[in-house]
C-alpha cells in the first residue's frame, strides 16, 4: 500500500498569513493527488486534483504543486473560513490512501 | 444539482450486520465510480470500497471479506453490506463519487462529491 505523510499534523497561523502544507507518498504517484478540507462536523470538501487543478469553485488562494512523490498545498492570504483539517489522498492505485490530516487552527 | 445521500446508520451489537444506503440524484450511479470513506471519532479519514462504472469492485484491507458494496441503478443507490462487525468499524460513513476529469489525453478520476455522512456505532 502506498503511505501519505503529511507535515506538519498541526499548525497555527493568523488571518492574512499565507500557508504550506506537505504531503509525501511512500512512492512515486505522478500527480494522482488530491486534496480535501474538512469543517468539524461536516463532510470533506474537494479542493484540488491531479496535484494542482482545482474543482469547480474553489477559490484561487487554494493551490497545489507538486510530481512524483513531494506536493504541498498553499493557501493564501487565511480568512476565518479556511481554518479546518487538510487531506492529501493518492488515487494512483488501490487501496485509495490519506494522509493522516493537517489542522490549521487561528493563532 | 449532484447530491448524495447516506441512509442506514445505527447503534449495533457487536458481531452484527448493518446495510448503508447512499441515494444519488443529479448523475448516474450507474456511469460513474461510487465510494465509501469512513471517519472513526476524532480521526482521519479511511477509504472502505469502491464501485467503478464497469461493475469491478476493490475494498481496503480492513473490510475485505466482511463487507459488499453494490448498486442499484433503477434506485440510482449504492449500497455497503456491513457484516461481522467490530468496534474498530464506528464511524462515520461518507459516499463519495470519483468524477472524471480529462485534459489533454490524461483523465483522473478524483472525489468531487460527497454526501453528508451516516454514524455506525458498534458495541460491545
Known amino acids: 500500500d502506498i503511505q501519505m505523510t503529511q507535515s506538519p499534523s498541526s499548525l497555527s497561523a493568523s488571518v492574512g498569513d499565507r500557508v504550506t502544507i506537505t504531503c509525501r507518498a511512500s512512492?512515486?504517484?505522478?500527480?494522482?493527488l488530491a486534496w480535501f478540507q474538512q469543517k468539524p462536523g461536516e463532510a470533506p470538501k474537494s479542493l484540488i486534483y491531479?496535484?494542482?487543478s482545482l474543482h469547480s469553485g474553489v477559490p484561487s488562494k487554494f493551490s497545489g504543486s507538486g510530481s512524483g512523490t513531494d506536493f504541498t498545498l498553499t493557501i493564501s492570504s487565511l480568512q476565518p473560513e479556511d481554518f479546518a483539517t487538510y487531506y492529501c489522498?493518492?488515487?494512483?492505485?488501490?487501496?485509495?490512501?490519506f494522509g493522516q490530516g493537517t489542522r490549521l487552527e487561528i493563532k | 444539482e449532484v447530491q448524495l445521500v447516506e441512509t442506514g446508520g445505527d447503534l449495533i451489537q457487536l458481531g452484527g450486520s448493518l446495510r448503508l444506503s447512499c441515494a444519488a440524484s443529479?448523475?448516474?450511479?450507474?456511469?460513474?465510480?461510487m465510494n465509501w470513506v469512513r471517519q472513526a471519532p476524532g480521526k482521519g479519514l479511511e477509504w472502505v470500497s469502491i464501485?467503478?462504472?464497469?461493475?469491478?469492485?476493490h475494498y481496503a484491507d480492513s473490510v475485505k471479506g466482511r463487507f459488499i458494496i453494490s448498486r442499484d441503478n433503477s434506485k440510482n443507490t449504492v449500497f455497503l453490506q456491513m457484516n461481522s462487525l467490530g468496534v474498530e468499524d464506528t464511524a462515520v460513513y461518507f459516499c463519495?463519487?470519483?468524477?472524471?476529469?480529462?485534459?489533454?489525453?490524461?483523465?483522473?478520476?478524483?472525489?468531487?462529491?460527497w454526501g453528508q455522512g451516516t454514524l455506525v456505532t458498534v458495541s460491545s
Open positions: 463519495a463519487r470519483r468524477g472524471r476529469f480529462c485534459t489533454d489525453g490524461v483523465c483522473h478520476y478524483s472525489f468531487d462529491s
Open positions: 512512492q512515486d504517484i505522478s500527480n494522482y
Open positions: 489522498q493518492q488515487y494512483k492505485t488501490y487501496p485509495l490512501t
Open positions: 443529479g448523475f448516474s450511479v450507474g456511469t460513474n465510480y
Open positions: 491531479a496535484a494542482s
Open positions: 464501485v467503478e462504472s464497469g461493475g469491478n469492485t
